[in-house]
């Protein structure tokens, strides 16, 4: 079965991807004009049954404006002069957001300076401090 193998456990089939071929406006000279190199994927990602909604969520964020009002996601590739090229690079920027999304959210955990670095810190400070002070001219009292 073809389409886009994105782990052992997921696989995204030929039929739910659908393929938009155009000129390209990349390199290619002359060629440009005669080729349909440029490929426009175009995938229904909301409500796809294939990605719980954590991932789809998570996918929305990652994609930004590439993420159409309908769900779908869209993804354009002109780099290269080459027609399979371009599709299969397509292909393997969806597979890495999915994979993206895929990985759970590990929260921050915030942590504290340790007293030694608290200590350097302010030793540096205090020693620019007298180093700067030591520029200024003298005040004369009297």
Do not use: F, Y
Request: with cysteine.
């Amino acid at each position: 079965m073809d389409g886009i193998a994105i782990n052992t456990n997921l696989l995204i089939p030929e039929t739910q991807l659908e393929w938009i071929i155009a000129r390209s406006s990349g390199p290619g000279g002359q060629n440009v004009n005669k080729v349909n190199s440029k490929v426009t994927l175009r995938w229904q990602a909301e409500g796809n049954p294939l990605l719980d909604d954590r991932t789809q969520q998570r996918l929305r964020a990652l994609v930004g404006s590439r993420w159409l009002q309908d769900g779908a996601i869209l993804i354009t590739s002109q780099t290269s002069r080459d027609q399979a090229t371009n599709k299969r690079l397509c292909k393997e920027r969806l597979r890495e957001w999915i994979l993206q999304a895929m990985q759970p959210v590990i929260p921050r955990r915030p942590t504290r300076p340790t007293h030694g670095s608290v200590r350097r810190r302010l030793q540096n400070k205090q020693r620019q401090a007298d180093k700067k002070s030591g520029r200024s001219t003298p005040r004369w009292e009297g």
